[in-house]
């Protein structure tokens, strides 16, 4: 089993920066493939960011390709999403994944996300 909690969401001003957060429980997690995905309201959940556990990453092109940076720290079971020229477009609760696939379909384990805010 793997808990996975997220942090760092708030509310930033339009061109500001966060870095979200995301800490995996158990020894397994260099094992992980861990991804970020996130919700706006009444929009369905849509992918953002993926890196495998051999460290391949993966991004969603159209909006967030060069604004946002997925990585990982193995020593502190950790994934971190680094967002910056943020853009109200932006404004959803974030969600951590996580899988032992390589490039999982379908996550398996989820975090109870953490909302960032982007006022304009």
């Known amino acids: 089993q793997v808990q996975l909690v997220e942090s760092g969401g708030g509310l930033v001003q339009a061109g500001g920066s966060l870095r979200l957060s995301c800490a995996a429980s158990?020894?397994?997690?260099?094992?992980?493939?861990l991804g970020w995905f996130r919700q706006a309201p009444g929009k369905e959940r849509e992918f953002v960011a993926t890196?495998?556990?051999?460290?391949?990453?993966?991004y969603r092109t159209d909006s967030v390709k060069g604004r946002f940076t997925i990585s990982r720290d193995n020593a502190k079971n950790t994934v971190y999403l680094q967002m910056n020229s943020l853009k109200p477009e932006d404004t959803a609760v974030y969600y951590c994944?996580?899988?032992?696939?390589?490039?999982?379909?379908?996550?398996?384990?989820w975090g109870q996300g953490t909302q960032v805010t982007v006022s304009s």
């Open positions: 158990g020894p397994t997690f260099s094992r992980l493939s």
């Open positions: 890196i495998s556990w051999r460290s391949t990453i993966i």
């Open positions: 994944a996580a899988d032992f696939e390589e490039y999982p379909g379908d996550y398996i384990y």
